[in-house]
């Protein structure tokens, strides 16, 4: 577990940081265009997490999530392999579920890949489940991609 972590807004300083995990993380990454874009997009927000003052700034990693019409999806997460296993990922979400739910976010999905098991395992501790397959999603090898969802109105009714 990593109990000194910051997690703040992404600022245009840090997507070079954010592609560089990108490219370590993925078969098939974004491009640092595609980072750049989610910066000026108003529905999107991308978060990073590093070490806090008065250590010097690393991007540990990052999530990118948007909130549209009372739903958040996760488009990316990413932990630097340095950091992996250190609950960086898990703390990115719990922060980005956070704020989205301050959004009025009452859903939230996401796709993953059948093959990545560690995020499942990760989605499945935080509630999600998966409601649906969407077949041959991923363009490099046509993998297919569990749509996974998480509803807080049922940790509501479960609270009652």
């Known amino acids: 577990m990593t109990p000194d972590l910051l997690i703040r807004q992404a600022r245009l300083t840090d997507v070079k940081s954010i592609w560089d995990i990108e490219r370590l993380s993925f078969p098939a990454p974004w491009s640092f265009w595609c980072f750049l874009s989610e ?69 939230a999905w996401l796709e993953v890949r059948p093959s990545n098991q560690a995020a499942q395992t990760l989605y499945k501790s935080f509630g999600f489940r998966k409601v649906g397959v969407r077949p041959r999603y991923y363009a490099d090898n046509q993998e297919d991609a569990l749509l996974m969802a998480y509803y807080w109105e049922e940790e509501v009714s479960s609270e009652q």
């Open 39 to 107: 910066m000026g997009n108003p529905n999107s927000t991308i978060l990073v997490a590093g070490p806090p003052s008065p250590k010097n700034w690393k991007t540990w990693g990052y999530i990118v999530y948007w909130v549209i019409a009372g739903e958040m999806h996760v488009m990316n997460l990413a932990v630097h392999p340095r950091h992996r296993r250190r609950g960086v990922a898990k703390a990115l979400l719990r922060e980005a579920m956070h704020r989205a739910r301050d959004q009025g976010a009452v859903v």
